[in-house]
């Protein structure tokens, strides 16, 4: 009995799998196929079809409304979280290996407890302290606490990595009179490079995607990034549905045109250092 | 190694990033548990209350509202997301052309923001123009009305997460040693048998870290549920985050909202020191 349900399920996982291979891929298909339509196709059934007149209109409209601009305000954050949280990660976890002083120890547990506490439950004291030292509205006011937010995860991953790391390396270095920097860029660095990459682009994806912070800390248009901007296109053209799916298609274009070329690598990344 | 407890050097390196680390990420903490003590319009002057904030989560109904409304969501995505990744998972550790084409688009959520999930489900599931009118015992549902919002959310929110749960059960899948499978088989034990008795168990320590993923990301979830319904209608899917975020900056209920958030941040902690300290899953892989 029980191994001819095991069985069963064997021949009807590829179906299953299958099932869940179309509800995945279908609202993507479905994003770009309406971005393509005229507003008139859009309104003709079913929301599936091919359109009858390609256009790529809807992206010219969205391109002449600032895109660019959010998209490069974007570029900077992501960027900037980035190299930022996986600098400073690494100093921590450089300083929690290479130290055995409580000092350390307990800074380290400093990142636990911010690993624990959800950025969602501080945004409003964010927004007074990002309005106190006049950084509100600015991308700093995004940029300083996404790197922060993002720093417990990646000292977490970097300490482990760099435990890997035989203390005698460290040792034979300190001797012939390397500092700490010197052996941060020529031991620590490349032994984990692929560590460094992957947290940066984890953090750097965390960045890109972020809605939260923008929506509390900015309001101008100027300093619109992505997410807030895709979610002012429903405001800006609520009957021009495809103008919308544009704006969605360019917002992930950079994500989907990586995992095309390195999908192994995004995965990688995408899994935050865990497993 | 000692000789690092006297390295003003290496304590310099060190205190940098525990400096910005304080400003951006301790201090807004402290901030919140703070402005808790307030009554505060985020304008004007602010009055110390002492407990009169807490005290009145107790007595606010919408605040006990919030917290099911963040416990059914939670158990609903838990529900959901679980078994589906653990079995796609399993399906994507192994061999063979169609598990590895499939796999490309079965990933393809994972490529999009919380926003553009939102709005893309938003449109796909709009009464008139979406895709349920081609779904007979769907058709004419409004997903988005005040009995289906929630549940609508937990399974926009599984299809997004779902592809991120199956990368954690498909590596720890792969790290399970073949020959295992291949002992049981010798002693006559199937593939039910193999399954619980090798592949769960081993995967246990996995299936704890991908729950308090789930637990601690639903808990906090903002974005989707911000792009989707705002947290109507009425406050049908208002959980902790979209209830401070509407005292705070739609009802100028400043020390309210921080107290809400204050809460929050003490769930989490408490459920992470249950969740992970207890059983040691992370503190194994991770101290």
């Known amino acids: ?275 | 190694m000692m000789r690092s407890t006297r390295d003003p050097g290496l304590l310099l390196l060190y205190s940098i990033p525990l400096l910005f680390y304080g400003l951006t990420v301790l201090l807004p903490i402290l901030g919140t548990l703070l402005l808790s003590f307030y009554r505060w319009d985020g304008i004007g002057g602010r009055e110390w209350i002492g407990l009169a904030n807490w005290g009145q989560l107790l007595r606010d109904e919408h605040f006990s509202h919030a917290l099911k409304i963040s416990f059914v969501f939670t158990l609903a995505a838990w529900v959901v997301q679980t078994p589906v990744a653990l079995g796609l998972g399993i399906y994507f550790a192994q061999r063979g052309l169609f598990r590895q084409t499939a796999a490309v688009f079965a990933f393809l959520p994972l490529l999009f923001s919380s926003t553009a999930v939102g709005i893309i489900w938003l449109y796909m599931l709009d009464p008139n123009l979406g895709i349920l009118y081609y779904i007979p015992p769907l058709r004419g549902l409004n997903p988005l009305s005040e009995s289906f919002a929630l549940a609508t959310l937990a399974l926009v929110t599984s299809w997004q997460y779902i592809p991120f749960h199956t990368l954690l059960y498909q590596a720890a899948y792969q790290g399970i040693p073949h020959e295992l499978y291949e002992a049981a088989s010798l002693d006559g034990a199937g593939e039910w048998d193999a399954f619980w008795h090798i592949t769960l168990p081993l995967l246990r320590p996995t299936i704890i870290t991908s729950s308090f993923i789930i637990v601690v990301g639903s808990l906090t979830y903002f974005d989707l549920i911000w792009v989707m319904t705002q947290g109507g209608p009425g406050y049908a899917t208002t959980n902790l985050p979209v209830y401070l975020y509407r005292l705070a900056f739609q009802s100028q209920n400043v020390g309210y909202g921080a107290t809400v958030g204050a809460f929050l941040a003490l769930l989490a902690l408490g459920l992470s020191w249950l969740l992970v300290g207890r059983s040691g899953v992370l503190g194994r892989r991770w101290s």
């Open chain 1, 1 to 275: 009995m029980k191994e001819a349900v095991a069985s069963v399920m064997r021949k009807l996982a590829p179906f299953l799998v299958l099932g869940w291979v179309v509800l995945a891929a279908f609202p993507v298909y479905y994003i770009v196929v309406t971005s393509l339509k005229t507003q008139a196709d859009y309104l003709k059934p079913p929301p599936w079809a091919f359109p009858e007149k390609w256009t790529l209109e809807n992206y010219r409209a969205v391109l002449e409304s600032g895109f660019l601009r959010y998209f490069s305000n974007s570029v900077w954050v992501a960027t900037t979280v980035a190299i930022a949280s996986v600098a400073l990660s690494l100093l921590v976890a450089y300083g929690v290996v290479r130290s055995s002083s409580r000092v350390f120890r307990g800074g380290f547990y400093l990142f636990i407890l911010g690993f624990a506490i959800p950025a969602q439950a501080t945004v409003i004291s964010l927004y007074t302290l990002a309005r106190s030292v006049g950084l509100y509205d600015t991308l700093w006011a995004i940029i300083l606490p996404l790197v922060g937010f993002a720093m417990p995860v990646t000292v977490i991953v970097f300490s482990n990595f760099l435990r890997e790391i035989p203390p005698a390396l460290f040792e034979a270095m300190a001797i012939e009179g390397a500092g700490h920097l010197t052996i941060l860029r020529h031991l620590v660095l490349p032994l984990s490079l692929r560590a460094v990459l992957s947290m940066g682009l984890f953090n750097f994806i965390g960045a890109w995607n972020a809605l939260l912070f923008p929506l509390i800390l900015t309001q101008s248009p100027e300093v619109r990034v992505l997410p807030m901007a895709v979610w002012a296109f429903t405001g800006e053209f609520t009957i021009n549905v495809p103008a919308v799916m544009a704006a969605v298609t360019l917002s992930a274009l950079p994500l989907i045109v990586a995992y095309v070329f390195a999908r192994r690598e995004i995965l990688n990344a995408l899994r935050g250092g865990l497993v």
